[in-house]
């Protein structure tokens, strides 16, 4: 079994899937192959994946963490073993509507206002362009565009570059984070350190890992180990870090259910709530969000104070 991982381990990178979906993907399959008591997966067919999603939604997971089990197993069989499974689309699980957690915009700023240094940027960064937690975790030094008042999100959901808006009042904070970061960055460069890149540019690019611009605007304080490379390397902040900024910071300002997501619903209704022309507004939200299509967009006009009052109030 292991050298069936170890094929579609390396048949994932060749496609240039992210470490974590293929990580994903990997303990799916694993899952999967234990469920049916060490089979062989060329030896099971679309009954024994129906099976095993089955066993899933009896074990109350979410219809989306049983599609992402299906598309690990799906992408097995179809890239890996060469296995056309009949039907198998059938199996997918219907994902529910659900409106987002909205904060208010004076819920937000309570939350944001209990942090302070590079966690209360990042949380001001979310909720003030709305980018979701990694993406904001992953910018670099040419991701920000002082002159156009844009950020650069790269390979968004969906491996999708997209602009979305700068917050003016960030401009000084994000400028005198950068001067500070420098000391950072020249210490690297003098002992040798390189930081993280995407899609192995630094074979393409060989000084891309030390040059400023390449640089991530959130760091890890230490060097981490790259899990394909074994290179020791400058990573940017782990997740966890801002997660639970945000959770202290919520329980401080008494603002029940907030977390990083929270703040990208949050900017999306605020954009709505304060344009006037709401056709307009959601077009170009749409390009902000990233969004593949208007209907998605369109969820946050549930949350728009409406003209029509309710009968109770005459």
Known sequence: MSKLLTQMREHLRMKNYSYRTEETYIQWCIRYIKFHKMQHPKDLAARDVEAFLTHLAQSNVAPSTQNQAFSAILYLYKNILNIQLIGINALRARERARLPRVLSHEDALKVINAMSGDTKLMAQILYGSGLRLMECLRLRVKDIDFAHK??????????????????????????????????????????????????????????????????????????????????????????????RAIKTAAAVAKVPNVSPHVFRHSFATRILEKAKNKIAALQQLKEWMGHNSIQTTQIYLHFIESDIASPLDD
Request: aromatic share 8%; hydrophobic share 40%.
């Open 150 to 243: 844009k950020i650069i999100v790269r390979a968004g959901q969906g491996d999708k570059d997209r602009a979305t808006i700068l917050p003016a009042i960030l401009i000084p904070t994000l400028e005198a984070h950068l001067a500070q970061l420098k000391a950072l960055y020249d210490y690297d460069v003098k002992v040798g350190n390189v930081v993280s890149l995407p899609d192995a540019l630094d074979r393409k690019y060989k000084n891309a890992g030390s040059n400023w611009a390449w640089f991530y605007i959130f760091p890890a304080p230490t060097l981490s180990t790259d899990p394909r490379t074994g290179e020791r390397k400058r990573h940017h902040l782990h997740e966890i870090n801002l997660q």
